[in-house]
């Protein structure tokens, strides 16, 4: 059963600074992997998706990468502000899915302080 | 162009009573998914629907239905309400199934008592 996990489960940071979250995922066969955002009290905004042909996606200040063979993928944040500040879901879409087209982690609660 | 939308955003129920959520979308969408999110567990996946008239189980259907009589609807019921299904309900919908990404609503906080 494919699980997906992401460390560290909250992080605090200073505005300006650059950072990088953590998503591990145990089963490589994978179709996609996705970075959401969700801010308090709202649904779930996609950032990145990512193919898993592919190595990296950019957009803006956000740039996710995959290793697929090695189950990691990082989402790297440049010049954090605090309208950064949100919880960040790693989600992936296995290739043997059974009853779960996306997988999901616990996210990591992310605050930038000014 | 409204996106996702759902159907209250907040209920308090009491033990045995039933509910029926709606998430709708406007953006033509064959697939459509609900989820509830409770705290430590994540996301996890009710049922799902990959197109008009057909439903298929998530990973924790038990206690919930639902019907997808039109395509732009999704329909999410609780039968007898149970405390144990006191969470935050998010509906979602996508083009594709494999390589999409997926739309998410707004979200419906319910408290069963």
């Known amino acids: 059963k494919q699980e997906v996990t992401q460390i560290p489960a909250a992080l605090s940071v200073p505005e300006g600074e650059n950072l990088v979250l953590n998503c591990s995922f145990t089963d490589s066969a994978i179709y996609n992997l996705q970075w959401f955002r969700q801010d308090p009290g709202k649904g779930l905004t996609s950032l990145l998706l990512?193919?898993?042909?592919?190595r990296e996606q950019t957009s803006g200040r956000l740039n996710a990468s995959l290793d697929k063979s090695s189950g990691r993928s990082t989402l790297y944040i440049a010049a954090s502000q605090p309208g950064d500040s949100a919880t960040y879901l790693c989600a992936v879409r296995p290739r043997n899915s059974g009853n779960t087209p996306l997988v999901f982690g616990k996210g990591t609660r992310l605050s930038v302080i000014a | 162009n409204a996106g996702v939308t759902q159907t209250p955003k907040f209920r308090v129920l009491k033990t045995g009573q039933s509910m029926t959520l709606l998430c709708a979308q406007d953006?033509?969408?064959?697939?459509m998914y609900w989820y509830r999110q409770d705290p430590g567990m994540g996301l996890r996946l009710i049922h799902y629907s990959v197109g008009e008239g057909t439903t298929a189980k998530g990973e924790v259907p038990d206690g919930y239905n639902v019907s997808r009589l039109k395509k732009q609807n999704f329909l999410l019921g609780l039968e007898s309400a149970a405390p144990s299904q006191t969470s935050v309900y998010f509906c979602?919908?996508?083009?594709?199934?494999?390589?999409?990404?997926?739309?998410f609503g707004p979200g419906t906080r319910l408290t069963v008592l």
């Open positions: 953006m033509n969408h064959e697939y």
């Open positions: 979602a919908s996508s083009y594709e199934i494999l390589i999409d990404t997926q739309y």
């Open positions: 990512i193919q898993s042909s592919q």
